[in-house]
């Protein structure tokens, strides 16, 4: 499993009239923990398109426990607990400064050949970074 958290000032501009957090940006969230955490291994969503791969978004979900709030810390936390194949299915976990659980949720994206938009493995500069983690 590779895990890595990424912390995230909630700004006016992600809340709404209540001062809570607007739940569509709980994606945005959950991509820069996503960039962040292939950031922490060394790898950029930009070598990987280099590499002739793209990642689309084939499915998302939430789960909202409790409300983050304007200018509240939070952390956001990724998950591969898996190898990816042609896939790669992210777990998210969303805390405040409290420690407390705000939301969870998962994001399954597909590896896509730039050139022929068809699927295709997941490219070997993320699988070389990631083996480490999935040693048994």
Do not use: W
Request: aromatic fraction near 12%; include cysteine; proline fraction near 3%.
């Amino acid at each position: 499993m590779f895990s890595a958290s990424t912390q995230i000032r909630v700004r006016y501009g992600e809340t709404d009239q209540m001062g809570v957090v607007y739940h569509g940006n709980y994606a945005l969230f959950f991509e820069s923990a996503r960039t962040e955490a292939l950031r922490a291994i060394g790898i950029s969503y930009k070598a990987i398109e280099e590499s002739g791969v793209m990642m689309p978004v084939h499915s998302l979900s939430f789960k909202y426990l409790k409300s983050a709030k304007y200018d509240d810390l939070i952390t956001v936390v990724a998950k591969f607990n898996h190898m990816p194949t042609v896939r790669a299915v992210i777990e998210y976990e969303v805390y405040n400064e409290a420690n407390e659980l705000l939301c969870t949720g998962e994001s399954t994206l597909v590896f896509m050949d730039v050139k022929t938009n068809r699927v295709t493995r997941c490219p070997q500069i993320l699988e070389q970074a990631l083996i480490p983690y999935f040693k048994a």
